[in-house]
T-cell receptor, first 111, second 113 residues
Framework: KQEVTQIPAALSVPEGENLVLNCSFTDSAIYNLQWFRQDPGKGLTSLLLIQSSQREQTSGRLNASLDKSSGRSTLYIAASQPGDSATYLC??????????FGTGTRLQVFP | DVKVTQSSRYLVKRTGEKVFLECVQDMDHENMFWYRQDPGLGLRLIYF???????EKGDIPEGYSVSREKKERFSLILESASTNQTSMYLC????????????FGPGTRLTVT
């Protein structure tokens, strides 16, 4: 059974720092991996999607990498800002239907 | 852009009431999902649907049912609401062609008193 773990559970950093959020999964037979952002009381916003054949994806200050063989993905946020404060979730898809979610990393960026 | 809307952002219902949560998507996606999200438990899949009138149980279907009469609309039904169904409910959608990116609605915060 696929399990997805995110470390750390919470992170507090000063504005301007570069930071890395980690996601690990137990079954490397994935179709893709998706990173989401969730603001308090809101839905999930898709940030990046990496196909199993890809090693990384970039969008603005965000870079996500995937090492399928070791069951790991990282989300790198460059030059963090207070507006980046949110919970970040990763999710893996085994086939074309269900996503398996991690429990998230709650990020606070203070001025 | 994919747009997924949910009928209510906040809902307060009494124990025993029948509750309908509606989700509508505008991208002609075949697959639709209902999740609930609780602190410490993360997102859990309740039901999903591959097509009109098709439904599949997720990980926690007990106490819920669903309806998909039209492709764009997927309804979650709580037949007799209970306090342990107080939660954030999230609808999501995905197409049947790659890259299979999942899109979520804004969520409905349901409180059952």
């Amino acid at each position: 059974k696929q399990e997805v773990t995110q470390i750390p559970a919470a992170l507090s950093v000063p504005e301007g720092e570069n930071l890395v959020l980690n996601c690990s999964f137990t079954d490397s037979a994935i179709y893709n991996l998706q990173w989401f952002r969730q603001d308090p009381g809101k839905g999930l916003t898709s940030l990046l999607l990496i196909q199993s054949s890809q090693r990384e994806q970039t969008s603005g200050r965000l870079n996500a990498s995937l090492d399928k063989s070791s069951g790991r993905s990282t989300l790198y946020i460059a030059a963090s800002q207070p507006g980046d404060s949110a919970t970040y979730l990763c999710a893996v898809r085994r086939n074309t239907d269900k996503l398996i979610f991690g429990t998230g990393t709650r990020l606070q960026v203070f001025p | 852009d994919v747009k997924v809307t949910q009928s209510s952002r906040y809902l307060v219902k009494r124990t025993g009431e029948k509750v309908f949560l509606e989700c509508v998507q505008d991208m002609d996606h075949e697959n639709m999902f209902w999740y609930r999200q609780d602190p410490g438990l993360g997102l859990r899949l309740i039901y999903f649907s591959y097509d009109v009138k098709m439904k599949e149980k997720g990980d926690i279907p007990e106490g819920y049912s669903v309806s998909r009469e039209k492709k764009e609309r997927f309804s979650l039904i709580l037949e007799s609401a209970s306090t342990n169904q107080t939660s954030m409910y999230l609808c999501a959608t995905i197409g049947t062609q790659g890259p299979y990116e999942q899109y979520f609605g804004p969520g409905t915060r349901l409180t059952v008193t």
